[in-house]
């Protein structure tokens, strides 16, 4: 055969190509215009904003919410509690019209951050506008050391209860006060014959307080483990407090140094009813500045 012919589309087929392209590049140009016009009307999300003044508080935690051994011994007294208590200058006397019935204390002394989830919700039934979270002394205070709650497992407990409240009601305020400095405690309590005589009945802390005047090796081993064990559980706090925009971390209450009038002068460990108007006094300031103190 001779020199090979290329095939040439007739003037009709040519045409319709254009068309085709044209349509193509039309609609290609429409739709991304429309994706961008929706993209510039879409409205970008609100941060909320902190309320420094709810009108309800339910307080969660463990004996020191509950006031115990602030008035007689081994008693709760949550009358002076510094969350919701009436007879001392507490939170919801600072910040409610009527904290009797605006106020609720579902802290229960002994309580582990394992009991969060159930007292969330029974807070959460109350719809109030802040929680108060104080909780993970009895954490670490165990009668061995060996025996506190790992910190995987106190992580858990405390994003799930906080996501249970954050299900149920978007717009709640959380405040959640750091664990106490345990060995200052043990410091400053150490220095009371009775204290450290109520401190040998092993109903108290043990893995901190047992044997309290021993400096040994072995003492102050188990010492430094409780105090590393708590430092991981307030990093727990603030960490999971920091990623909800609507929930603060006082670290103020584990940096506190209290003296022997604010403790208990049954145990010389719990907080005194001045002791509980300090924690009031710290989460009142936390509370109500316009923004998260240190940030």
């Not at 909780?135 to 858990?156: I, K, P, Q, W």
Request: glycine residues 6%.
């Amino acid at each position: 055969m001779g020199a090979s012919t290329r095939w040439k589309p007739s003037a009709a087929v040519r045409a319709a190509v254009a068309l085709l392209a044209a349509a193509l590049l039309v609609t290609g140009c429409d739709d991304g215009d429309a994706e961008s016009k929706a993209a510039v009307a879409k409205p970008s999300p609100t941060r909320p904003a902190w309320n420094p003044r709810p009108t309800s508080i339910a307080s969660l935690g463990d004996s020191i919410t509950r006031g115990f051994d602030a008035c007689s011994v081994f008693e709760d007294c949550p009358e002076v509690s510094w969350a919701t208590g009436t007879a001392v200058d507490s939170l919801a006397r600072r910040l409610l019209t009527s904290p009797q019935t605006s106020s609720w204390n579902y802290a229960r002394t002994g309580a582990r951050m394992a009991d969060l989830p159930g007292q969330m919700r029974a807070a959460v039934a109350h719809k109030p506008q802040l929680v108060t979270v104080l909780l993970g002394a009895n954490d670490a205070c165990r009668a061995n050391v060996a025996d506190m709650t790992t910190v995987d497992s106190f992580r858990a407990d405390f994003e799930s209860s906080l996501k249970q409240l954050r299900t149920a009601l978007p717009t709640s305020q959380v405040y959640v006060a750091s664990i106490p400095d345990l060995q200052r405690l043990w410091s400053e309590g150490r220095k009371n014959m009775l204290g450290r005589q109520v401190w040998k009945l092993g109903s108290i802390c043990p893995s901190m307080l047992r044997d309290a005047e021993l400096m040994d090796e072995e003492a102050q081993s188990r010492r430094a483990q409780v105090v590393k064990r708590v430092g991981e559980y307030n990093a727990v706090l603030k960490d999971v407090c920091s990623r909800d925009v609507l929930c603060r971390y006082d670290g103020a209450v584990n940096s506190y140094d209290f003296t022997g009038q604010q403790l208990s002068k049954w145990d010389w460990f719990h907080p005194s009813k001045q002791g509980q108007g300090e924690l009031a006094g710290l989460a009142y300031r936390t509370i109500t500045a316009v923004r998260q103190p240190g940030a």
